[in-house]
C-alpha cells in the first residue's frame, strides 16, 4: 500500500493512493492518522488492506489532488535517527574512511515537512547541501533485536527523505553534527509511506536527485555499506526503537560537499527534485530563512 497524509500542515487527513487508477482515496472514515499507533495495529492496518483491494477502493470517497497539499506521510514521529557516510561512494567522495560501525546522529522530528514543502536557507549559511535518502519507518518496538530477520520484521515500509544539511555548521563550527542537521525544514519526507510487502528487497533501489534540472546524485541502495536490516538491528543495541521512529539510511555520492571548489551549494530560487524506486518524488524550491 501506498499511504500518504494531505492537507494543511498540522491538519492532514489519512489517505491512500489508488494503484489501479491512480486516485487519491480518503482514510480518515477508517483511521485517525497515519501514524506509530496505527502502523502497530494490524486490525487497522488489516482494514486498510481491504478497503484497498480493487473491489474495496472505489467505495472510498476520492479526493481532488489539483492543488491539495502532500504532508509527510507520518504523523507524531517520534525520533529521527540518521546514518552518515553510509554509502562507499560517498565515503570516497569526501575523502572519508569507511566506517567500522554505522554513524549515528539524530535529527529533531520537527525538521520534517512535506515533500514539496519550502526548505529555507538558514540565516549566515553558506554551505547548504543535498542529500536523497531511503527512509525506513518502524511499524513495531525493537530491542536488542538478534537477527536481520527481526530487524526486517520490524521494518512497517519506506519513503524519501531528503536530509537537508549545513555543512559550515556540521564540520567546521565545532560540537556535534546535529547543529548542521536540525535547521528548519531540513527533512522533507514523503511523498508515501509504502509498505514493507511492496518493496521486497530494500538493497535494490536506484536514488537520483536534481539541482535546477541537472542530476547531481544518481545512486541505488546497493552501495551501502551497512544495508537496512544491519542497520535497524544495530541501533536496537543502543536504544529502543518506536512504531513511527524514522531511520534515514544515508545518501550515496554528488552531494555538493563531493564537487571541486567551487563547490555549488543551494542558494534561495534554486529547485531540488528527489526520487526513489517505487517510493514516489519529491519537489523543494528553497528560500532564505
Known sequence: MKLLRVGPAGAERPALLDDTSGTLRDLSGLVPDIDGALLADEAALA?????A???GAAALPAIDDGGVRTGPPLGRIGKVVCIGL???D???ETGAAIPREPIVFMKAPDTVV???DTVLVPRNSV???WEVELAVVIGRTARYLDSDEAALAAVAGYTIAHD???RAFQIERGGQWDKGKNCETFNPLGPWLVTADEIPDPQALGLRLWVNGELKQN???ADQIFGVAHVVRYLSQFMTLYPGDVINTGTPAGVALGHPEPKPYLRAGDVVELEIDGLGRQRQELKDA
Open 219 to 221: 545512486g541505488s541502495t
Open 90 to 92: 560517498h565515503a570516497a
Open 53 to 55: 483491494s480493487a473491489e
Open 127 to 129: 554551505k547548504t547541501d
Open 164 to 166: 537537508v544539511s549545513e
Open 86 to 88: 553510509n554509502y562507499h
Open 114 to 116: 512535506g515533500p514539496r
Open 47 to 51: 482494514r486498510i488492506r481491504a478497503a
